[in-house]
């Protein structure tokens, strides 16, 4: 299957700073990536929606303002947390969808935040 | 709203019997649905899936079940083996303005007893 990258794969940070989340599609181009969180225990939660050369899609209650993505290429999306707080501390996973690919994503192998 | 629901948080099974993990969902407008495979501190990996005009997809040892009245998924995994043991998460898809958005259950972990 095709491959997606995500780095880094684990950071710990001070509260009140900013984490970027890179998220890489390795043999493929991807006009459309997700970001996705997973708390302990509970399942993957659709945060937003990244189009190349677009604003991404939010989902109802994740803050745009808070999360920041920015899909500059066809191969790259990122995900910056902005003023980080212990709250955000989560498993971040990001997918892409290839472009002959109907119906599926190839997942990220994440990036645990924990905010300190 | 739990719209992708997995009841069986674990499962344990016998190496060589059948696992058989369930999946509901309450949103008649899924038009596809997938199982994913996830170990710890990494991403899902896509297993199977069925669109709704089937009841039955079949890829070696695992076969996804679709019962649409009753809205209800399985996945059959036989025989078993102790590679299989992992998270499982069932996923339902739908079509909005043109992209894909998944619905992802809470997941079952699954362990096969060698």
């Known amino acids: 299957g095709a491959v997606v990258s995500q780095h880094p794969s684990r950071v710990i940070c001070k509260s009140g700073t900013s984490v970027k989340i890179e998220c890489r599609s390795l043999?493929?181009?991807?006009?459309?990536m997700f970001w996705y969180r997973q708390f302990p225990k509970q399942s993957l939660m659709l945060m937003a929606t990244?189009?190349?050369?677009?604003?991404?899609?939010?989902e109802q209650g994740v803050e745009k303002d808070k999360f920041l993505i920015n899909h500059a290429s066809l191969t790259l999306s990122t995900l910056t947390v902005t003023s980080a707080h212990p709250e955000d501390s989560s498993f971040y996973i990001c997918?892409?969808?290839?472009?002959?690919?109907?119906?599926?994503?190839?997942f990220g192998p994440g990036t645990r935040l924990t905010v300190l | 709203d739990q719209q992708v629901k997995q009841n069986s948080p674990s499962l344990s099974v016998q190496e060589g019997r059948i696992s058989i993990l369930n999946c509901d969902y309450t949103?008649?407008?899924?038009?596809?649905f997938l199982w994913y495979k996830k170990y710890p501190a990494e991403g899902p990996t896509f297993l199977i899936s069925?669109?709704?005009?089937?009841d039955k997809n079949e890829d070696g040892r695992f076969t996804v079940f679709l019962n649409k009245s009753a809205k209800h998924l399985s996945l059959h995994i036989v025989p078993s083996q102790p590679g299989d043991s992992a998270v499982y998460f069932c996923?339902?898809?739908?079509?909005?303005?043109?992209?894909?958005?998944?619905?992802f259950g809470t997941g079952t972990r699954l362990t096969i007893i060698p």
């Open positions: 069925i669109s709704s005009i089937k």
């Open positions: 996923a339902a898809s739908l079509f909005i303005f043109g992209n894909e958005k998944l619905t």
């Open positions: 043999d493929f181009q991807a006009t459309t």
């Open positions: 997918s892409a969808v290839a472009g002959s690919s109907y119906n599926e994503q190839f």
């Open positions: 949103n008649s407008m899924f038009d596809y």
């Open positions: 990244s189009n190349e050369g677009s604003k991404a899609t939010y």
